[in-house]
C-alpha cells in the first residue's frame, strides 16, 4: 500500500492531514527544560496547560476537520511525551516527506508516525544532514516558491528558540532546484515571548483571496520583510500586532482558500476575515497558545487539491 503526497501550497483543499495529540502528554516541564519562552512563562506562573484541556480543544479541532472531510491521522501514544506540534517534526512538499532536524530532546515524535511512514515510498522521504537544522514551522511551500524563516547570526547556537539555519535553506533549495527558496530572518529570544518569532508561521501566514497575515517586529531585516509585502501586496495584508503576535494570531489554519480554522478569541483578526468573504470556523485553541504554538503548528498537512499555480 502506499500513500499520495501532494502538497503544493498553503491553502489548496485539504484531503489528509497529521493533528498532533495532548493525550499522556507528561506533566508540567521543569523550568531548565522548556523550549521557549512562552512555555517558561506559564511554568513560572503556575498557568502551564492542563493536559485535560488540551486534549478537548484539540478533539474540537479534529472535529472541524472531519466535517470537512479530511482524513485525520494522529501519531501514537508515547507516553508522558509532549506531542502536539506534529508542523515540527516532518513537513510535506510536492510528493516528498522531508524529515526534520529537531531538537534532540523531541527526537522520539517521528517514530510514533512509523504507521503512516510505512505507506510511503522509501524514495519519498529525505532526511537532512546533521549540520542542516529546520522546523516544519519554518517552512511554507507556495507554488513556485518556498518561504523559510531563519536565523543566520554567528551565535545561531545561543538561541534554542532559533530552528532553521542557513544550511537547512541551502539543502532546501538542492532538494527543489526548480523552486525558489526565499528566506527570511527573524527575531529571536530565549526569554522574551513578544521578542521571539520562533517560526516563520509565528509572525507571517498567506491565505486565500491574495491575503496574507504578518507582524512586521518578528522579522530582523527590514528589506526581507518589505519583499513579502510587495509579493502580497500592502492592500491584502492583516498587520499583527505584538500582543496578537503573543497570542498566535498569525497562526491559524486554511482548509481550503475559503475555510480558515482560527482561535475564537482573535475577535479583530476574524472580523477581518470574514469581512474579506473567509468562512471562519472558530475553536477554543488557548491553552495550547501557551506552549507558543497554535492551529498551524499542530498540523502537518500530507495531501492538498493545488490551489497556487
Known amino acids: 500500500m502506499s500513500f499520495d503526497l501532494h502538497i503544493?501550497?498553503?491553502?489548496g483543499r485539504l484531503k489528509a492531514v497529521v493533528l498532533g495529540v495532548a493525550l499522556s502528554n507528561g506533566p508540567t516541564p521543569d523550568?531548565?527544560?522548556?523550549?521557549?519562552?512562552?512555555?517558561?512563562?506559564?511554568?513560572?506562573?503556575?498557568?502551564?496547560?492542563k493536559e485535560e484541556d488540551m486534549v478537548q480543544q484539540m478533539d474540537a479541532f479534529a472535529d472541524v476537520l472531519s466535517r470537512y472531510g479530511v482524513t485525520v491521522y494522529r501519531p501514537e501514544i508515547i507516553h508522558n511525551y509532549n506531542q502536539i506540534f506534529t508542523r515540527d517534526i516532518a513537513f510535506v512538499i510536492e510528493d516528498k516527506m522531508i524529515i526534520a532536524n529537531i531538537l534532540e530532546d523531541r527526537s522520539k515524535e517521528i517514530h510514533a508516525l512509523d504507521f503512516l511512514m510505512d505507506q510511503i515510498q522509501a524514495d519519498k522521504i529525505i532526511k537532512f544532514p546533521e549540520h542542516a537544522h529546520i522546523e516544519g514551522g519554518d517552512v511554507m511551500p507556495w507554488g513556485d516558491y518556498i518561504f523559510v524563516g531563519t536565523f543566520k547570526d554567528k551565535d545561531y547556537r545561543k538561541y534554542i528558540t532559533a530552528r532553521t539555519n542557513t544550511a537547512a535553506v541551502e539543502h532546501l533549495q538542492k532538494i527543489f532546484p526548480h523552486k525558489k527558496v526565499v528566506s527570511f530572518s527573524l527575531k529571536k529570544s530565549n526569554f522574551d515571548p513578544k521578542e521571539n518569532a520562533l517560526h516563520l508561521d509565528c509572525c507571517f501566514q498567506p491565505l486565500g483571496k491574495g491575503k496574507a497575515l504578518i507582524h512586521k517586529e518578528g522579522f530582523l531585516i527590514e528589506h526581507e520583510y518589505q519583499w513579502l509585502v510587495d509579493f502580497i501586496g500592502p492592500e491584502n495584508i492583516f498587520h499583527v500586532d505584538k500582543d496578537e503576535m503573543y497570542h498566535m494570531n498569525c497562526n491559524v489554519f486554511s482548509i481550503s482558500p475559503e475555510v480558515i480554522v482560527s482561535e475564537k478569541g482573535f475577535t479583530r483578526l476574524n472580523n477581518w476575515l470574514r469581512a474579506e468573504g473567509f468562512t471562519v470556523e472558530e475553536i477554543p485553541y488557548s491553552e495550547i497558545a501557551k506552549q507558543e504554538g497554535l492551529l498551524r503548528c499542530s498540523t502537518m498537512p500530507l495531501s492538498r487539491e493545488t490551489a497556487i499555480k
Do not use: F, V
Open 31 to 49: 523550568l531548565k527544560d522548556a523550549y521557549d519562552p512562552k512555555s517558561a512563562e506559564h511554568i513560572k506562573a503556575g498557568t502551564y496547560p
Open 8 to 11: 503544493n501550497d498553503e491553502i
